[in-house]
């Protein structure tokens, strides 16, 4: 059986990949240690997994989002995307081969954005579907960062 390795061991990404294990091999990283069997201390361990998904946090930027004060529906606020950066960067800085699913709040056009800086790697293709899902908080999207085979 080929492993699925997975980033973000949080409040969604803890449950998710605890009940995909039931049936599946899976690898889990987080920065924070957990106590599951399916986690490891070293990201380095999910360099050898045809895929990863990675469920990492993506705050809004404006932390009075919280719902403690009115807001005008009109703005547009966004994100802060340090973590799922952080992670793509550290598997092209590890020259991880296998497709990343990136399961969050980030937009399509975001993670297209995020693989160009990474492309610097000359190892990163972008692809997105259109494939958005609904959480227990409203709408994610799901998109794919696809790693080539050297």
Same mark, same amino acid.
């Given at each position: 059986?080929?492993?699925?390795?997975?980033?973000?061991?949080?409040k969604?990404?803890?449950?998710?990949?605890?009940?995909?294990? #039931?049936t599946?091999?899976?690898?889990?990283?987080d920065?924070?240690?957990?106590e599951t069997p399916i986690?490891?201390?070293?990201?380095?361990?999910?360099? #050898?997994?045809?895929?990863?998904f990675i469920l990492?946090?993506?705050?809004?930027?404006?932390?009075?989002?919280?719902?403690?004060v009115?807001?005008d529906?009109q703005?547009v606020?966004d994100?802060?995307?340090?973590?799922?950066?952080n992670?793509?960067?550290?598997l092209a800085?590890?020259?991880y #081969?296998?497709?990343v699913?990136?399961?969050?709040?980030?937009?399509?056009g975001?993670?297209?954005q995020?693989?160009?800086?990474? #492309?610097r790697?000359?190892?990163?293709?972008?692809a997105s579907?259109d494939?958005?899902?609904?959480?227990g908080?409203?709408?994610?999207?799901?998109t794919?960062?696809?790693?080539?085979?050297?």
């Amino acid at each position: 059986m080929k492993k699925i390795g997975w980033i973000g061991l949080g409040k969604c990404g803890l449950p998710i990949a605890e009940r995909i294990s #039931q049936t599946c091999d899976v690898i889990a990283y987080d920065k924070l240690p957990k106590e599951t069997p399916i986690y490891t201390s070293n990201i380095v361990d999910l360099m #050898q997994t045809e895929i990863t998904f990675i469920l990492v946090e993506t705050p809004h930027i404006n932390k009075t989002l919280d719902g403690s004060v009115p807001i005008d529906l009109q703005t547009v606020e966004d994100y802060d995307y340090t973590a799922v950066n952080n992670v793509l960067l550290t598997l092209a800085n590890h020259n991880y #081969q296998g497709v990343v699913v990136i399961s969050s709040t980030v937009s399509p056009g975001t993670t297209k954005q995020l693989a160009k800086k990474i #492309q610097r790697s000359k190892n990163c293709l972008y692809a997105s579907y259109d494939t958005y899902w609904i959480s227990g908080r409203g709408l994610c999207y799901c998109t794919y960062v696809f790693y080539r085979r050297k």
